[in-house]
């Protein structure tokens, strides 16, 4: 039986979800349907970069997922607070053997527990094109799609 243990933290401990932000990004290049290019140019370095630019401007948090048994981090949340009050999921990722587990669902959980008692207006959540899957893990937490943006592709 696995026995995972959660914490919170902040900006300071970013570099703690490195490789697991690497294989996000490798699960966004595969799956996605047109902007493939996105993925492969994206790294953690300009990711982390605006992580802080969020954490400066506003509120951010780190929720953690460790596996006691291999000590290791298996998955996170990243959350953020404008100062507007908007709440959003930035970023999520848990391995791919420990899906469907309910770890997900602790770490959105804990989320919105923290934006709620921060005073959070309105949350949101964007999935990636190639992860409308997520849609019916989202719903469970009361999202539904409510527009659609459209970019273009430029070559």
Known sequence: ????????????????????????????????????DHYEQM???ERKSYFENVASIGSLR????????????IGYCITSLSQENMGEIESIFIEEGYRSQGIGSVLVSRA???????????????VADGNEAAFEFYRKFGFYPRITVLEQRRE
């Open 43 to 45: 790294t953690f370095d």
């Open 62 to 73: 780190i929720d953690l997922a460790i596996d006691q048994a291999t000590e290791r981090y």
């Open 112 to 126: 919105f527990t923290w934006l709620n008692a921060n005073g959070s207006a309105r949350n949101r959540v964007s």
């Open 1 to 36: 039986m696995l026995t995972i243990e959660y914490y919170a933290t902040d900006i300071r401990d970013i570099e703690l979800i490195r490789p697991l932000w690497v294989q996000l990004n490798e699960y966004h290049h595969n799956h996605a349907k047109t902007f493939q």
